[in-house]
C-alpha cells in the first residue's frame, strides 16, 4: 500500500498513525512494510524433535536440568531472543525513526498475518503484552449492576477468579463458581462435568436472567484438558444470545490443532498467549473480539483513545514494542522450518500421553484426565507411598495439604535438578507434565526411577 504522506495523525506527531487505514485495507492492496531486520531461517532446517541438536539450537536450557515445566511460562526460541536483540539495537540506532515511522505499520502487519492464522478479520485482533492485559482490559470494560451474575468453573485460572471476587465485591454482583470432579475418565463423564452443569446453571437463570458474563478455560492450567468450548458456547448462545462468552485460551496457540477463531462462531472473546507454546518473546499474545459483539478498551489508554479498536490497544505508551516483531522469526520457524502447526503439536501430544502412560502404569496409579482429552500437558497421581515418605508422614490416611505440593516439587528440584509441577487437587497430589520438541520420552522415565527409589 502506497504511503499517503498527507493521512490525517491519529496520534499527534506520530508519521505512521493511520492504524486503521493500514488494519481495514483490503487484502489485494496492502502491501506489507519492508523487514529492516531480516531472520535466517537457514540454520533451523530439518532439525529432529527431541534431538540434542534441536535443544542446543532452539533453547537456552540449563543442561543440568530435566525440564518437564514448559507449561508454566514457556522458552522462547533461542533464535527469536537473538532476533529480538537484533531490533533492539536497530530501534536505539535511530529511535525517532523506529517509533515514529516503523513500529506500527510493522504491529499492524504481524496482526494481519496472524489473523489469516487465526481465520478472523485483522479488526477483531489486537497485540497485547499478555493474556492478563487482555482480561484486565475486558473487565474494566463491562458495565455490571447490582445483583448481575458472572459464571466461572473452578478450574478459572487462580487470577482470574481473584479479579473477578474484587470486581463483584466492588459491584455488589454474584460470582458463581461450578466445581468440577476429578478424575475425568471419558468424553462422555467430561461432558456431564461441565456441558451438562452449565445447562443447569442457565435453566436456574431463565426467568431472572441475571448472567452477564461466561468465562471459560480452553485447557485450565492446573487441571489441563480440553474443555468442550465448542458445544458450552453454542448451548450458551443458543439459550442467552445476551450473555458475553469468554474464552481463556492461553495455552492454546501452538498446543491445540486447528486453532482458529472461526472454529468458534459462538465465542465473543478470547485472549491467547504468544510466549507459551508458540515458543514468542515474553509480553506477547492477542485478544480477539469479535465484530459487533462487545466493546472492549484497553486497561491502559494512549494516543490511540476513541480512534478504533487496533489503535486503542496497538500503543499503551512507550515500552519495548521490539519484543513483537520476535514474531516474524516465530512464524518463519513453524511454519517453514516445522512445516506448520499439526506436525509438532503431534509430536508434543504423542510424548506426553505416551509419558503418562508410562509412568501410570509404573506409578499403578491414575490420570486426573483421560490422555485423549488433553493436549501438550497431562497430569498423573504420585504414588501415596512414595509422598508419604518424602513428607516423613506415619499416618499415611491423614489427608494432603496444599503445602505439601510445594515440599514434593522443591523435593524434584532441589535433590534431583526436576524441574516439574505438583498439584494439589481435590485431597491428592498430581504431577503435571508437559512436553515441548526438545523432551524426550527418557525424561520422563527418569522421573519416574526417581520416584520408584524413594517408593521402598
Given amino acids: 500500500m502506497e504511503k499517503n504522506h498527507s493521512a490525517k495523525r491519529d496520534f499527534g506527531s506520530f508519521h505512521s498513525s493511520n492504524v486503521e487505514e493500514l488494519i481495514h485495507c483490503p487484502k489485494n492492496d496492502y502491501n506489507s512494510p519492508k523487514l529492516e531486520v531480516i531472520f535466517d531461517l537457514i540454520p533451523f532446517d530439518k532439525l529432529e524433535f527431541g534431538s540434542t541438536e534441536v535443544k542446543k539450537k532452539l533453547f537456552c536450557l540449563d543442561e543440568k536440568f530435566c525440564f518437564l515445566n514448559h507449561g508454566a511460562f514457556g522458552l522462547t526460541f533461542k533464535p527469536v531472543l537473538e532476533y529480538v536483540h537484533q531490533w533492539k539495537c536497530y530501534a536505539e540506532s535511530q529511535p525517532l525513526r523506529f517509533y515514529d515511522r516503523q513500529i506500527m505499520p510493522l504491529l499492524v502487519d504481524l496482526i494481519r498475518k496472524f489473523s489469516a492464522i487465526f481465520k478472523c478479520k485483522p479488526s477483531e485482533l489486537a497485540l497485547v503484552d499478555n493474556c492478563t492485559f487482555a482480561f484486565n482490559s475486558l473487565i474494566s470494560s463491562l458495565d455490571l449492576n447490582p445483583g448481575d451474575k458472572i459464571f466461572i468453573f473452578s478450574t478459572t485460572y487462580g487470577v482470574y477468579k481473584k479479579i473477578l471476587k474484587d470486581l463483584c465485591l466492588k459491584k455488589k454482583a454474584i460470582l458463581i463458581e461450578e466445581p468440577i470432579s476429578f478424575p475425568i475418565f471419558n468424553k462422555d463423564d467430561l461432558e456431564n462435568k461441565t456441558l451438562e452443569k452449565f445447562k443447569s446453571i442457565l435453566k436456574n437463570d431463565e426467568e431472572e436472567k441475571k448472567i452477564r458474563l461466561v468465562l471459560v478455560d480452553h485447557i485450565p492450567s492446573n487441571q489441563p484438558f480440553l474443555m468442550p468450548i465448542e458445544k458450552i458456547s453454542e448451548y450458551c448462545k443458543l439459550k442467552r444470545s445476551d450473555i458475553l462468552f469468554v474464552v481463556d485460551a492461553a495455552h492454546s496457540l501452538g498446543s491445540v490443532k486447528h486453532f482458529s477463531f472461526d472454529l468458534l462462531p459462538n465465542v465473543d472473546v478470547m485472549f491467547t498467549n504468544c510466549h507459551k507454546w508458540l515458543c514468542g ?30 489503535s486503542e490497544f496497538i500503543w499503551s505508551g512507550l515500552k519495548d514494542y521490539s519484543i513483537f516483531l520476535g514474531l516474524y522469526a516465530n512464524l518463519e520457524i513453524w511454519l517453514n522450518s516445522f512445516g506448520g502447526f499439526e506436525k509438532t ?53 491423614s489427608p494432603y495439604l496444599y503445602e505439601d505440593a510445594e515440599l514434593v516439587q522443591n523435593f524434584f528440584y532441589f535433590n534431583h535438578s526436576i524441574e516439574v ?9 498430581y504431577v503435571r507434565l508437559s512436553a515441548h520438541i526438545y523432551n524426550k520420552i527418557q525424561d520422563y522415565e527418569f522421573l519416574g526411577d526417581i520416584v520408584m527409589q524413594n517408593n521402598e
Avoid at 480477539?288 to 472492549?296: D, H, L, P, R
Avoid at 505416551?354 to 496409579?365: C, I, V
Avoid at 493436549?375 to 497421581?381: A, E, I, L
Avoid at 509441577?421 to 497430589?429: A, D, E, G, T
Fill in 281 to 310: 518473546p515474553k509480553g506477547t499474545a492477542f485478544l480477539y473480539v469479535k465484530e459487533n459483539s462487545f466493546t472492549v478498551r484497553p486497561s491502559v489508554h494512549s494516543h490511540g483513545i476513541n480512534t478504533g479498536f487496533n
Fill in 345 to 397: 503439536i503431534d509430536y508434543c501430544h504423542s510424548l506426553v500421553k505416551q509419558a503418562s502412560e508410562y509412568l501410570k502404569s509404573l506409578w499403578q496409579t491414575n490420570f486426573m484426565v483421560d490422555p485423549n482429552l488433553c493436549s501438550t500437558m497431562m497430569c498423573v497421581r504420585l504414588p501415596d507411598k512414595f509422598v508419604n515418605n518424602i513428607l516423613k508422614k506415619d499416618n499415611v490416611k
Fill in 421 to 429: 509441577p505438583i498439584k494439589y487437587i481435590q485431597n491428592s497430589l
